[in-house]
C-alpha cells in the first residue's frame, strides 16, 4: 500500500510539472512567531488557551508553479528557530523560591500551498494562498532556572517537551492551516499569514482520567522574503 501511495504521489507531482505554464525556484529566509495556544495540564474541563509566543526566523527553498490562468501552488522545505524567556515568578505564597523559563524551539516544515496570482503591473503580481503544512519538531528545550533565596545560587533544569514524561509533553509532528497573501516583482517576492494548529500538540498517550480534557494548538505568524533563482 505505501508502494502505491508513493508512486501515485509522483505521478501526480509529474502530471502537474508537465502542465505546468511557469516554474520557478528559489530560497527564502523570513521573521516568524510560533504560538503555543495551551491549557494548564491536569486542570479538568480547563478550557482557556494561554498563549506563549516564540520569537525567530526560518529559511528554506521554495518551488513554485502556476498551472493555469493563475492559478497554481507552492510547495517549501523550512527550518525554524524561535525563543523566549519567561519573567521571574514566585513559587507558592512567597516571594522565594522564584523561578524563570528559557524556551529553544527547532523543527523542518513542509508547507503545500495552493495559490493565485494575478498580475498588477509588468511584472507585478499579488498572491493568495491556503493550504497545509506538516511540521516535524526537532527539539523543543525548556531549560528552567530556579532560586531559592534572593542571595542564593541559582540552579537549572533542562528537559526536552518532546520526550518528557509527563502530561506536559508534547507531540512533534505538527500540521497547520494557513492563510496568507504576498506580492512578487520579477524574481522577488515577499509572503506573510497565519497558521492555524489543526490537531492537539499533547501527547494524548500520557493522559489519565484527570487529565483528559488538556487541549491547546501549535499557531505561528510568518512573513518572508525571497528570491527565485531558476525559472522555466
Known amino acids: 500500500m505505501k508502494k502505491i501511495i508513493f508512486c501515485a504521489t509522483l505521478l501526480f507531482c509529474n502530471i502537474l510539472l508537465l502542465h505546468a505554464q511557469s516554474q520557478y525556484l528559489g530560497v527564502q529566509i523570513g521573521f516568524t512567531q510560533p504560538i503555543t495556544?495551551?491549557?494548564?495540564?491536569?486542570?479538568?474541563q480547563e478550557k482557556v488557551l494561554n498563549p506563549t509566543i516564540y520569537n525567530?526566523?526560518?529559511?528554506?527553498?521554495?518551488?513554485?508553479a502556476t498551472l493555469v490562468a493563475g492559478f497554481g501552488y507552492s510547495m517549501a522545505i523550512n527550518y525554524t528557530f524561535g525563543a523566549n524567556k519567561t519573567n521571574w515568578e514566585q513559587i507558592g505564597q512567597h516571594p522565594y523560591p522564584r523561578k524563570e523559563t528559557y524556551n529553544f524551539y527547532h523543527q523542518i516544515e513542509i508547507p503545500v500551498d495552493w495559490q493565485y496570482k494575478f498580475e498588477i503591473a509588468q511584472n507585478t503580481w499579488v498572491i493568495l494562498y491556503t493550504g497545509p503544512t506538516l511540521q516535524c519538531g526537532l527539539s523543543f528545550l525548556q531549560d528552567t532556572h530556579i532560586q531559592n533565596q534572593p542571595n542564593d545560587a541559582i540552579t537549572s533544569t533542562s528537559a526536552d517537551r518532546y520526550t518528557m514524561s509527563d502530561v506536559s509533553a508534547l507531540k512533534r509532528i505538527n500540521i497547520t492551516w494557513g492563510i496568507g497573501a504576498g506580492l512578487q516583482y520579477e524574481q522577488y517576492f515577499l509572503r506573510g499569514g497565519y497558521d492555524f494548529g489543526v490537531i492537539n500538540p499533547y501527547k494524548e498517550s500520557m493522559f489519565t482520567t484527570h487529565d483528559i480534557y488538556t487541549r491547546g494548538r501549535f499557531d505561528q505568524w510568518q512573513i518572508k522574503l525571497g528570491m527565485y533563482i531558476w525559472s522555466k
Open 56 to 64: 525567530g526566523f526560518k529559511a528554506g527553498v521554495v518551488y513554485d
Open 37 to 44: 495556544r495551551l491549557n494548564q495540564p491536569i486542570v479538568n
